[in-house]
Nanobody
Framework: VQLVESGGGPAQTGGSLTIYCKAS????????MGWFRQAPGKDREGVAG???????TYVDSVKGRFTISKEHRKNTFFLQMNSLKPEDTAMYYC????????????????????WGQGTQVTVS
């Protein structure tokens, strides 16, 4: 299983950025997907989760600003980030899980078995 992120980079405070995760067709069709981030010196944090029914979960700090979605045709899922803040600066990772328990805590990294290599987002 391979997950490949792209789209990170510098952004201005208040600006927008979309990051992408290219996945296999099976991942897009069957797995629950999540976006996580890790800033220097901090633990990895769940940012957004997307289950197979289209249900979404967000950490409070990004609610109303970030949107997780997927596009089957492109085998890709996305994190659209608006109204960016300097505290959003981190390495962002996409992850996928087939675990039936992941939907109970979609922002907990433990059930996610498959991870991308990360893409850096820097807001200044």
């Amino acid at each position: 299983v391979q997950l490949v992120e792209s789209g990170g980079g510098p952004a201005q405070t208040g600006g927008s950025l979309t990051i992408y995760c290219k996945a296999s067709e099976d991942i897009i069709n069957r797995a629950c997907m999540g976006w996580f981030r890790q800033a220097p010196g901090k633990d990895r944090e769940g940012v957004a989760g997307l289950d197979n029914d289209g249900g979404t979960t967000y950490v409070d700090s990004v609610k109303g600003r970030f949107t997780i979605s997927k596009e089957h045709r492109k085998n890709t899922f996305f994190l659209q980030m608006n109204s960016l803040k300097p505290e959003d600066t981190a390495m962002y990772y996409c992850a996928a899980s087939y675990s039936p328990g992941v939907e109970k805590a979609p922002l907990d990294p433990s059930p996610y078995a498959f991870w991308g290599q990360g893409t850096q987002v820097t807001v200044s």
